[in-house]
């Protein structure tokens, strides 16, 4: 099992030295990535309802830090941590410009990018960007998901889609990775396990929240779901990579019908969740240490390592 954590994009712990020293503290404890979210900007009335929360609220502020940028500091600033857009929201970037970033930060990274991708939750950012038609953005994103492979193996290449075109172009250095960075696509609806079956290399869906709490049962369900999706598209299944992420979200709610929410509790009670979300598939678990105080989400990292990832890896 591998085992990534949440990075702060918000706050007074995404600076400079803050986020320098979660890193570094991370790589010396063993952790194998790190997800970067994304958001560009927050409108101040929104209407939208974030999927994760019991209310629809959104845990955030209106504030933080733009994705792309971010994910190049820490790739200056790490030598191993996989590198993960978690999730990137397709549609908001140039679809050209994004596949270039990527292919960039891959490249000075020497490899270490993976490319999680999601259609986006919040109508009022896709307005504000002037990004594709909110209520089409599955089709969106999976038409930029096909330019990206394009453009990332191709030279020269092409493109003639519904929603974006270009003559023939090179767009050079490709990625180290080959044949590109890994997609893993978010999201855990019908639409997100058809795309991740079809484009997917791996899939990233959230879990453990009182909203979505993908216990073990409705998670094995899921995944017979993929299967069969998978196989039809005339793909192997066993090359798709799970990511489950387990964060923090609605502090306090207990999730419905359960004593306790997955992957809390003592040692051993998130041990043995472990291992029976390892039985079903999972390969790599996603936790969060954010913590306002930057100390406490130190320690807090530095326990799971001793106590938990030194046990399960």
């Not at 857009?85 to 891959?106: C, E, G, Q």
């Not at 406490?296 to 046990?311: A, C, H, N, P, V």
Request: net charge negative; glycine share 8%.
């Amino acid at each position: 099992m591998k085992f990534g954590f949440y990075l702060p994009t918000r706050g007074e712990n995404a600076s400079r030295k803050a986020l320098r020293q979660i890193v570094s503290t991370a790589e010396a404890a063993g952790f194998h990535s790190v997800m970067i979210a994304d958001h560009i900007a927050f409108p101040v009335e929104i209407e939208s309802k974030y999927p994760y929360t019991v209310d629809g609220g959104f845990p955030g502020h209106g504030d933080a830090l733009e994705q792309l940028s971010l994910m190049s500091f820490i790739a200056g600033s790490t030598e191993k941590l996989r590198l993960v857009t978690s999730v990137m929201i397709l549609p908001h970037r140039n679809p050209v410009f994004t596949a270039k970033a990527l292919a960039t930060i891959d490249v000075l990274s020497e490899g270490r990018v993976t490319v999680g991708v999601g259609v986006g939750w919040l109508r009022e950012e896709f307005e504000a960007l002037a990004a594709p038609e909110f209520d089409r953005r599955g089709a969106v994103s999976n038409e930029y998901i096909e330019i990206f492979r394009k453009l990332w193996t191709e030279s020269p290449a092409e493109h003639s889609g519904e929603f974006y075109r270009f003559k023939a172009l090179r767009c050079e250095p490709h990625p180290i990775q080959k044949p590109h960075p890994p997609i893993w696509i978010g999201g855990h609806s019908r639409p997100a396990l058809r795309r991740t079956a079809k484009y997917g290399d791996g899939w990233h869906p959230v879990g453990a929240t009182a909203a979505a709490p993908l216990g073990p049962d409705e998670f094995r369900g899921l995944l017979d779901q993929l299967k069969r999706l998978t196989e039809a598209e005339g793909r192997n299944y066993e090359d798709i990579t799970i990511s489950f992420k387990a964060p923090i979200y609605d502090p306090g709610v207990a999730v419905a019908g359960a004593e306790r929410r997955p992957f809390t509790g003592a040692p051993d009670q998130i041990l043995s969740d472990i291992r029976q979300y390892e039985e079903l598939g999972v390969s790599e678990l996603i936790f969060d240490f954010r913590r306002p105080d930057l100390t406490e989400s130190l320690e807090q990292m530095d326990r799971f390592s001793k106590e938990i990832l030194r046990e399960a890896a």
